[in-house]
């Protein structure tokens, strides 16, 4: 059983960065894809970034260039450096976990129901 603890959410004013770990315990970091997710008040998940087995990474459209994800294989730790932060990244961040590569043909998996392993999730307010 993979269990997955983020930490390093908190409220930082615009412009401002802050980076997330996710710690991993019960999986080796070559053995599955992960992912960060945002979940904005009263809508879905939605991916962020993903760093596929292989190392490859995917970033969602608004957040390339701001933000970056990378991990530890060593420690077992994922990360995401985000950097410039505006209020509309105001939301849930969680960390995802699943035993699959998820780039098929150039195209990513990027759904939540393709995420097997979730964290608990930590909250990321950037004001104004």
């Known amino acids: 059983q993979v269990q997955l603890m983020e930490s390093g959410g908190g409220s930082v004013q615009a412009g401002g960065s802050l980076r997330l770990s996710c710690a991993a315990s019960?999986?080796?970091?070559?053995?599955?894809?992960m992912a960060w997710f945002r979940q904005f008040s009263g809508k879905e998940r939605e991916a962020v970034a993903i760093?596929?087995?292989?190392?490859?990474?995917f970033y969602r459209g608004s957040v390339k260039g701001q933000f970056a994800i990378s991990k530890d294989a060593a420690e077992n730790v994922l990360y995401l450096q985000m950097n410039s932060l505006k209020p509309e990244d105001t939301a849930m961040y969680y960390c995802?976990?699943?035993?699959?590569?998820?780039?098929?043909?150039?195209?990513?998996?990027?759904?939540?129901?393709?995420?097997?392993?979730w964290g608990q999730g930590t909250q990321v307010t950037v004001s104004s």
């Open positions: 995802a976990a699943t035993p699959r590569s998820l780039r098929y043909g150039g195209m990513w998996s990027t759904s939540p129901s393709v995420f097997r392993y």
């Open positions: 019960g999986a080796t970091y070559s053995s599955v894809s």
């Open positions: 760093i596929d087995m292989d190392g490859s990474t």
